[in-house]
Every structure is written in structure tokens, then in C-alpha cells.
């Protein structure tokens, strides 16, 4: 009786544990059978093939940044394992792609990813080559210089000064149409710009409040924003244009996810260790 008893207590601590590691800090993954999702559909395929390719960045901290361990960590990965999780994949079956603001068109044309999540704002120009669900997310333009500069506060004051930025990005072109007097660089990423502002070679860095938020965060000694947001910048999933089932199935999902708390979870354990907790946004459904 005692060894029985003994038995069954060491199993019952080890499903416990069990349960804790696998299911503890990942969003929840549904129980789906794909043949629930109409025949021929992305969802269906995905479904059946129980795995899924996402594009999202891997050097902007509180969003999408890699982790250590290789797998990145942020809001818009929380998201995208949200989504994975509502067609039944697990997070350790998301194959993570770097994708940096140039290339997340042509990836999403060619297939090489299911859908992008990183900080990708849906505008029209974007509409004419991929589609997108959400927006999940509202951010703002804004600038970033160095703790010791004062000059700066506000894109009025980039007249004759170097600003950094990144290829195929709204903020670059922002600043191109709106602000000529401003001279643009132009990087990859935008941690290629952080060094040049550390040397002084430019003297501010422009891109989403909440990335450069991400960066000062994690070097509040060297850098601080520099005045308020001065564009809107809604954050949307990118994928295959005309794929309508897929976006209305990634919209739904959003839905779900700001109702069941699953949108606030990925906000508190990523983005909301920095910044305040936002109102989801309204689906557009275009
Ligand atoms: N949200 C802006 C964009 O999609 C800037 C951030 C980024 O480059 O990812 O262009």
C-alpha cells in the first residue's frame, strides 16, 4: 500500500512538472483538425503539415530580438505563436526567419516565409504586393539621440543634421518626402545605426517609438528619444496577397486573442516590461 502510495505521488509530481515546462510561458496551442478548415485553404495546409516559417527581426529588443538559445523573443513573436497556436503548431515547430524592412515583401512573395510579423506598418503601397491582418499594434515615428544631446527634440530641428535610418522603411521615407533639410543614411537594420551614433558620425537615429524605446532600455546611459511620436504606425501580420481566407483567419484570431487575454499575456511578458499596457486596436478588415 505504502509503495503504491509512494508510486503514484513521484507520478503525480512528475506530470505536474511536466505540465509546467511545456505549457507555463509558450500561448496556448489548440487542439485542430485540419480537415475543420476548408479544403485547399493556407490554414488546412499549415494544419496538416504541423509546422510553419515566420519572418520577423531578430535585433530589436521588446519585439523581435534572437535569443542566446537562437529562437527570438518579443511582442511579435509572442504573436506570431499565437497565431501558430490557433492552427495547432507548437512554438518549437516555428522555423524562424530573419527578415530586415527591405526584404519583407519580396519573402512573403516568394514564399519563403507564411507570414511576417516585425513591426511592419500596413500602408497602401505595401497593399499592392502583400496583403495584411491586424493591425495588432499602433506605434509612432520618433527620434533617438545620444543622453548628452539637447539639440534635437522633434523632426523640426533635423535641419542640417544626420539621421539614420533603415532601407525600406517608412521612417526613411518619411523623412526623404517630408524632411529634406535633414540628411538621411541610410543602414540595414537599425542596430547598424547605433554605433554611428555612439561615434557621432550622425546625430540621431529615427525609427518606431517602441524600437528605439527597445534600445534605450537597454542602454539608458548612452541614449534617450527625443521628443514625441510624429507619425502613426499601425503594425499588421504580412502575408500572400489575395490569400483572403488566411487574413480573415489571422483577424479572427487577433480577435480572439485581445478578448481571451492571450494578446495582453505576449504584451505583459514582452513589450509591457518597458512600456505601458496599450487598448488593442480595431481590426481593419479592408
Ligand atoms: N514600422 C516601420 C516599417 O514598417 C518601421 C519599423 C521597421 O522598419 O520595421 O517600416
Known sequence: MRIKHTIFAALASTLVLAACSSGSDEPAVSDVDPGSFPANSTMARLAEDGKITVGTKFDQPLFGLKAP???????????????????????????????????????????QVDFVVATYTINDKRKEVVDFGGPYYIAGQSLMVLKDNSDINGPEDLDGKKVCSVDGSTPAQNIAENYPQAELVTLDTYTDCLDPLRNKQVDAVTTDNVILAGYVAESEDEFRLAGEQFTEEPYGIGLKKGDTDF?????????????????????????????????PPVIDRY
Request: negative net charge; proline residues 4%.
Open 69 to 111: 538559445n537562437g529562437d527570438p523573443e518579443g511582442f511579435d513573436v509572442e504573436i506570431a505563436k499565437i497565431i501558430a497556436g490557433e492552427l495547432g503548431i507548437s512554438a518549437d515547430n516555428i522555423t524562424w526567419v530573419q527578415t530586415v524592412s527591405a526584404n519583407r515583401e519580396t519573402f512573403i512573395e516568394q514564399g
Open 247 to 279: 487574413r480573415n483567419f489571422i483577424n479572427d484570431t487577433l480577435e480572439k486573442s485581445f478578448d481571451d487575454g492571450r494578446w495582453e499575456t505576449a504584451w505583459q511578458d514582452t513589450a509591457g516590461q518597458v512600456l505601458p499596457l496599450p487598448d
